[in-house]
């Protein structure tokens, strides 16, 4: 059992900054893939982007390459999405993930079906 507990959302403008963190309890922190996914109002869930379990490999969604770095801190137990240019089309609930899934293709994590455990989400407002 994981369970995850994000932080570090808030308010900005357009053009800002924000680093979302979030916590993970449980001692099988490095096995897991870690996700962030988000929710505007009105829009489905959508995938932002995911770290393997070695921090080595990442991908991301076309909208957010160049602008979000995922990072993760396995002894800290810790997964931190860095948001920068932040645009108000990234309002959104943000969410953590958890995936013990195995995929030979990074590009499968992108699907939330996989991921075994949720946080209860963080919300970013972006003002223009």
């Known amino acids: 059992q994981v369970q995850l507990v994000e932080s570090g959302g808030g308010l900005v403008q357009a053009g800002g900054s924000l680093r979302l963190s979030c916590a993970a309890s449980g001692r099988t922190f490095s096995s897991y893939a870690m996700a962030w996914f988000r929710r505007a109002p009105g829009k489905d869930r959508e995938f932002v982007a995911v770290?393997?379990?070695?921090?080595?490999?990442?991908y991301y969604e076309e909208s957010v390459k160049g602008r979000f770095t995922i990072s993760r801190d396995n002894a800290k137990t810790t997964v931190y999405l860095q948001m920068n240019s932040l645009k108000p089309e990234d309002t959104a609930v943000y969410y953590c993930?958890?995936?013990?899934?195995?995929?030979?293709?990074?590009?499968?994590?992108?699907?939330?079906?996989?991921?075994?455990?949720w946080g209860q989400g963080t919300q970013v407002t972006v003002s223009s």
């Open positions: 770290i393997l379990w070695n921090g080595e490999s990442t």
């Open positions: 993930a958890a995936s013990l899934k195995r995929f030979s293709n990074i590009f499968y994590y992108a699907g939330a079906p996989w991921y075994d455990y």
